[in-house]
């Protein structure tokens, strides 16, 4: 008995240090120390020797058990700590070296700066340059040579910020049009974007600040036709080749004709839908133009039977809402990135 105690403790031994995995090392346990192995048997079998020979074998096969139950514990952990991806002091920390890296979040241009490029560059292809102004004006350059004298009743439709009596936050980019005209001769042909402000309460289509897109084109000879196919190119240009546009007669102090240009809702296709309104028709309005009033043209001193020419002036925001199907003016001005990061 004694013999098979110690062939079944070396046998056992090699077991639990040839065990690859966890696996099978709980395997070798239930086989060599579980309630049925061999051992747990001997175990068993020992009240039926004689006392003497129960003290010797007994001592001997607890021993023996000790021992495996030792063996066993250092395999298990000796797995264990392999097993591991990192962690104690003596295994070094595995490295996946084709992990993808973290990417440092990055900010880029705003949409309306974007876009302003954009109209820019369009602009610029059929020869327009880009001319700037203050925005702090006073009453002459936003109003008076504009054709629109004190208590003209177009006042009343700009809410307009006073600074002092004659000076303003301009409440459109048409005063930039003045500033050029007073220092240069026809021909002219500017655009002038730039940010305007009306006292406005804010809402979805509505706000104190925004920004227009203006242009003038003074020269001899300049006609309704070539206002028409200015428009059409930048307008194809910025909503898609197959853009239609139309004209309606509409009032501006500054320019007679005027017209309201609007263009075929490109959501619905004329039918009428919540973007263009039930009333319009199925037609969005994207723009105020018109062949620049003489009064103007004698405001900076220009003949007005020499020159001819025609403004016009769109707000950003607006083309840009419904280019984007941005629903809501605010969020160009709240700065959300999960707004911002979709452009
Ligand atoms: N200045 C006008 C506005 O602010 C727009 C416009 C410009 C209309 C030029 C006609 C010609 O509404």
Not at 121 to 135: D, S, T, V, W, Y
Not at 250 to 267: K, L, M, W
């Amino acid at each position: 008995m004694t013999e098979r105690l110690d062939a079944l403790e070396a046998e056992a031994a090699r077991a639990f240090e040839a065990a690859k995995d966890q696996g099978a090392l709980e395997e070798a346990r239930v086989r060599w120390l579980g309630r049925k192995s061999e051992l747990t048997g001997l175990l068993r079998g020992l009240k039926d020797l004689s006392p003497e020979q129960r003290a010797a074998v007994g001592a001997r096969a607890n021993r023996i058990r000790e021992n495996l139950e030792s063996r066993y514990e250092e395999a298990r952990s000796s797995l264990a700590s392999a097993g591991a991806p990192s962690g104690s002091a003596s295994a070094p920390a595995l490295r996946d070296v084709t992990l993808p890296g973290r990417s440092i979040p990055r900010g880029h241009e705003h949409l309306l700066s974007q876009v302003l490029r954009e109209v820019r560059e369009i602009f610029h292809g059929m020869g327009f340059a880009l001319a700037e102004g203050p925005q702090v004006e006073d009453d002459w350059h936003n109003f008076g040579a504009l054709n629109i004298p004190k208590g003209h009743p177009a006042r009343a439709a700009t809410d307009t910020f006073y600074l002092r009596p004659d000076i303003l936050l301009r409440t459109h980019t048409s005063s930039v049009q003045i500033r050029v005209m007073e220092k240069q001769q026809p021909p002219v042909r500017i655009i002038c974007p730039g940010r305007v402000y009306r006292n406005e309460a804010v809402d979805a289509t509505h706000h104190f600040e925004f920004h227009q897109l203006e242009g003038l084109y003074v020269d001899e000879n300049v006609t309704l036709g070539d206002l028409k196919g200015t428009l059409d190119r930048f307008l194809k240009s910025f909503f898609g080749p197959a853009t239609e546009m139309r004209f309606s007669p509409s009032y501006f102090p500054f320019v007679e004709p005027g017209a309201q240009v609007e263009i075929r809702c490109f959501f619905c296709g004329g039918k009428g839908c919540p973007v263009c309104g039930p009333l319009s028709g199925g037609w969005l309005e994207v723009l105020g133009a018109g062949m620049v009033h003489p009064n103007v043209f004698r405001a900076v001193s220009y003949d007005p039977e020499r020159w001819t020419g025609f403004a016009f002036g769109a707000g950003i925001e607006r083309l840009v809402m419904l280019r984007h199907g941005v629903p809501d003016l605010r969020l160009f001005y709240e700065n959300d990135v999960r707004f911002l990061h979709q452009f």
